[in-house]
């Protein structure tokens, strides 16, 4: 018998529930469900899932604190579905820790994308711990060199600064994550420089300029409205 | 914050009360010169509370002012001057009436203005319950739909062949989508709200609100193509990116709902003051009966009848209308000479600056 990826979801919604599992049982993943916190958190301490859908809005808790408290002891991938359209909640969320969010009301084609890059993600991060830092990244005719410190777009060097370089290969090393605007300064700036990302909007615009046909159109880097960027997959 | 605005509005008070006084004794000294009686001084201080009741917010200034004009028109400019002396033929009664007028005035304009508030008021609540009608018809039409074809679909599971039920399901999922877009565009209207007049803005990059604005819109519409052209230079713009996003998606949706095409194009070009974002498409145009009125939200469309009146365009766009309108920008569409619509708005560079009305 083949070895099925479990699914934990934590939702509350009798509804969402429903859907979520036919969704998840036809694309083959095992399913768990948790109706409240106190549920959850018992279900993931003695089943350990592959990866955890959970709701911010839970009758018993906040998502966020169950959020907090698996990451002390876990890196289990964690996608967080969230009604809130503001995106204070998502950058929150991210920088707890959750691998990835999806905003209701998705689609199942949608969410299935998501749980299956962040369980490939869990994997190959977790196989080879010093990835991203040497080798090389492709995605189609895009290439980041980590030894050289070089960009090729098409086969040319794309001549990226120190920190532009820097910026693509953090973003090359979480491929097909989301990077909050914060976590990205923190990483390249350093602590100090904090809340205004406007020198790392500028920055991704000049990047842009120099990788992409089209920077309006961006094939390999793309923004999260208010919340971050994420770049393609590699191959 | 709040009492420094308090003190700042006392501050004002007073200085247009005694700018208002300074006229007046001005005014006063001049006429002095040339006429021989005192009796104009009284009026013109009238007038002058009427000024500063007009000018001032509340009750306060207003009758303070004429507490002050009664005494000063009576120690200044009535004979003996410089002096109080209340005690001339006729004169107790005559600054008794003057106070009387001063203090009914004051009460009278303060009052008016308070009236105009509320009818302010009114009017706001009127769009907004209008926006509401409008809001429920658009809703009730797919919840109908829903309804019926879930049901449907519930009741007859067994006798209805394979892509029957297929279509009803997918009708189904189109239905909900619209519902989606309109509960989006609902939630934009409560963020502009939230503050009240003032929006939030932040300085963002054009093309990424353009980019996150097309994908957003190419997941409902895959077989769409959408063009983007941006200017060489980087532009950073104050504003609320979810809210701009959601401009710009409602009116590439609008080029594929009502102009039936496919193929639109988004330029966004630059010059001092302001970005231009103009959504082209080469589809059917807008009807010129409804380009005057097309901002103006739903209520226009709602019952004229027609083939594609159940789709009402109208809150989208007023949506998109009040949230550049919430920008200080600027919008405005037409028909392009080689056929289609264009729709394009203005968002200023700088914060403070007051583009176009």
Same mark, same amino acid.
């Given at each position: 018998?083949?070895?099925?990826?479990?699914?934990?979801?934590?939702?509350?919604?009798?509804?969402?529930?429903?859907?979520?599992?036919?969704?998840?049982?036809?694309?083959?993943?095992?399913?768990?469900?948790?109706?409240?916190?106190?549920?959850?958190?018992?279900?993931?301490?003695?089943?350990?899932?592959?990866?955890?859908?959970?709701?911010?809005?839970?009758?018993?808790?906040?998502?966020?604190?169950?959020?907090?408290?698996?990451?002390?002891?876990?890196?289990?991938?964690?996608? *967080?579905?969230?009604?809130?359209?503001?995106?204070? !909640? $998502?950058?929150?969320?991210?920088?707890? +820790?959750? =691998?990835?969010?999806?905003t209701k009301p998705f689609g199942t084609s949608e969410l299935l994308a998501r749980i299956r890059t962040a369980i490939r993600h869990t994997r190959t991060v977790a196989a080879t711990p010093g990835l991203g830092q040497?080798?090389?990244? *492709?995605?189609?005719?895009?290439?980041?060199?980590? !030894? $050289?410190?070089?960009?090729?777009?098409? +086969?040319? =060097?794309?001549?990226?600064?120190?920190?532009?370089?820097?910026?693509?290969?953090?973003?090359?090393?979480?491929?097909?994550?989301?990077?909050?605007y914060d976590y990205i300064m923190k990483e390249i700036w350093g602590p100090n420089m904090k809340n205004d990302n406007q020198i790392l909007r500028v920055n991704m615009a000049n990047i842009r300029r120099k990788i992409?046909?089209?920077?309006?159109?961006?094939?390999?880097?793309?923004?999260?409205?208010?919340?971050?960027?994420?770049?393609?997959?590699?191959? | 914050?709040?009492?420094?605005?308090?003190?700042?509005?006392?501050?004002?008070?007073?200085?247009?009360?005694?700018?208002?006084?300074?006229?007046?004794?001005?005014?006063?000294?001049?006429?002095?010169?040339?006429?021989?009686?005192?009796?104009?001084?009284?009026?013109?201080?009238?007038?002058?509370?009427?000024?500063?009741?007009?000018?001032?917010?509340?009750?306060?200034?207003?009758?303070?002012?004429?507490?002050?004009?009664?005494?000063?028109?009576?120690?200044?400019?009535?004979?003996?001057?410089?002096?109080?002396?209340?005690?001339?033929?006729?004169?107790?009664?005559?600054?008794?009436?003057?106070?009387?007028?001063?203090?009914?005035?004051?009460?009278?304009?303060?009052?008016?203005?308070?009236?105009?508030?509320?009818?302010?008021?009114?009017?706001?609540?009127?769009?907004?319950?209008?926006?509401?009608?409008?809001?429920?018809?658009?809703?009730?039409?797919?919840?109908?739909?829903?309804?019926?074809?879930?049901?449907?679909?519930?009741?007859?599971?067994?006798?209805?062949?394979?892509?029957?039920?297929?279509?009803?399901?997918?009708?189904?999922?189109?239905?909900?989508?619209?519902?989606?877009?309109?509960?989006?565009?609902?939630?934009?209207?409560?963020?502009?709200?939230?503050?009240?007049?003032?929006?939030?803005?932040?300085?963002?990059?054009?093309?990424?609100?353009?980019?996150?604005?097309?994908?957003?819109?190419?997941?409902?519409?895959?077989?769409?193509?959408?063009?983007?052209?941006?200017?060489?230079?980087?532009?950073?713009?104050?504003?609320?990116?979810?809210?701009?996003?959601?401009?710009?998606?409602?009116?590439?949706?609008?080029?594929?709902?009502?102009?039936?095409?496919?193929?639109?194009?988004?330029?966004?070009?630059?010059?001092?003051?302001?970005?231009?974002?103009?959504?082209?498409?080469?589809?059917?145009?807008?009807?010129?009966?409804?380009?005057?009125?097309?901002?103006?939200?739903?209520?226009?469309?709602?019952?004229?009848?027609?083939?594609?009146?159940?789709?009402?365009?109208?809150?989208?766009?007023?949506?998109?209308?009040?949230?550049?309108?919430?920008?200080?920008?600027?919008?405005?569409?037409?028909?392009?000479?080689?056929?289609?619509?264009?729709?394009?708005?203005?968002?200023?560079?700088?914060?403070?600056?007051?583009?176009?009305?």
């Amino acid at each position: 018998m083949e070895i099925r990826d479990r699914i934990l979801v934590i939702e509350d919604d009798k509804s969402i529930r429903n859907f979520l599992r036919a969704a998840l049982e036809a694309n083959h993943y095992d399913v768990m469900m948790a109706n409240t916190g106190s549920e959850a958190y018992s279900l993931i301490t003695s089943q350990c899932p592959d990866l955890v859908i959970l709701d911010l809005g839970l009758p018993d808790m906040d998502g966020m604190k169950i959020l907090k408290n698996v990451r002390e002891w876990s890196s289990m991938p964690i996608v *967080v579905v969230s009604a809130r359209s503001h995106e204070k !909640d $998502k950058v929150a969320a991210l920088d707890m +820790g959750a =691998d990835d969010y999806i905003t209701k009301p998705f689609g199942t084609s949608e969410l299935l994308a998501r749980i299956r890059t962040a369980i490939r993600h869990t994997r190959t991060v977790a196989a080879t711990p010093g990835l991203g830092q040497s080798g090389t990244f *492709v995605s189609g005719s895009f290439v980041i060199d980590y !030894d $050289k410190h070089r960009v090729f777009v098409e +086969g040319k =060097d794309a001549n990226l600064t120190q920190n532009e370089f820097k910026i693509v290969a953090l973003l090359g090393k979480y491929a097909g994550r989301v990077m909050t605007y914060d976590y990205i300064m923190k990483e390249i700036w350093g602590p100090n420089m904090k809340n205004d990302n406007q020198i790392l909007r500028v920055n991704m615009a000049n990047i842009r300029r120099k990788i992409e046909k089209n920077p309006a159109q961006p094939k390999y880097i793309f923004t999260e409205a208010g919340v971050g960027y994420r770049m393609v997959e590699a191959d | 914050m709040k009492e420094k605005k308090k003190k700042n509005a006392i501050w004002k008070n007073c200085l247009v009360t005694t700018a208002i006084f300074a006229i007046a004794a001005g005014f006063c000294f001049l006429l002095q010169r040339v006429a021989s009686t005192d009796t104009h001084v009284p009026l013109i201080f009238v007038l002058a509370v009427l000024f500063i009741s007009r000018y001032t917010e509340g009750y306060v200034y207003g009758i303070v002012a004429s507490l002050l004009a009664v005494i000063g028109v009576n120690f200044v400019f009535t004979y003996p001057y410089f002096k109080f002396d209340f005690t001339i033929t006729g004169y107790p009664l005559t600054f008794l009436a003057m106070l009387a007028v001063a203090i009914s005035i004051s009460a009278l304009t303060t009052q008016i203005k308070k009236q105009e508030q509320i009818k302010l008021e009114i009017e706001k609540e009127k769009m907004r319950g209008n926006l509401l009608r409008a809001v429920s018809h658009d809703i009730r039409t797919p919840l109908t739909s829903i309804v019926g074809s879930a049901s449907a679909v519930i009741d007859n599971y067994d006798v209805l062949p394979d892509d029957k039920r297929l279509e009803l399901t997918k009708d189904i999922k189109e239905e909900a989508q619209w519902l989606i877009r309109i509960v989006e565009n609902l939630l934009s209207v409560t963020r502009i709200n939230e503050s009240s007049a003032n929006i939030s803005t932040n300085l963002e990059v054009v093309e990424e609100i353009a980019d996150s604005a097309v994908q957003k819109f190419l997941k409902r519409f895959p077989d769409a193509e959408v063009k983007v052209n941006i200017p060489d230079e980087v532009l950073l713009v104050p504003m609320d990116g979810i809210l701009i996003e959601q401009v710009i998606v409602n009116l590439l949706e609008n080029s594929v709902l009502h102009g039936e095409t496919n193929d639109i194009t988004v330029n966004i070009t630059n010059d001092e003051q302001a970005v231009f974002f103009a959504v082209e498409d080469n589809g059917r145009g807008i009807r010129p009966d409804v380009l005057p009125c097309m901002f103006e939200g739903g209520m226009h469309t709602g019952e004229s009848g027609g083939p594609d009146t159940r789709r009402n365009m109208g809150i989208g766009l007023s949506v998109c209308f009040s949230i550049v309108k919430a920008h200080k920008g600027n919008m405005e569409a037409e028909n392009r000479k080689e056929g289609g619509a264009r729709v394009r708005f203005s968002l200023p560079l700088q914060k403070e600056q007051n583009y176009g009305n």
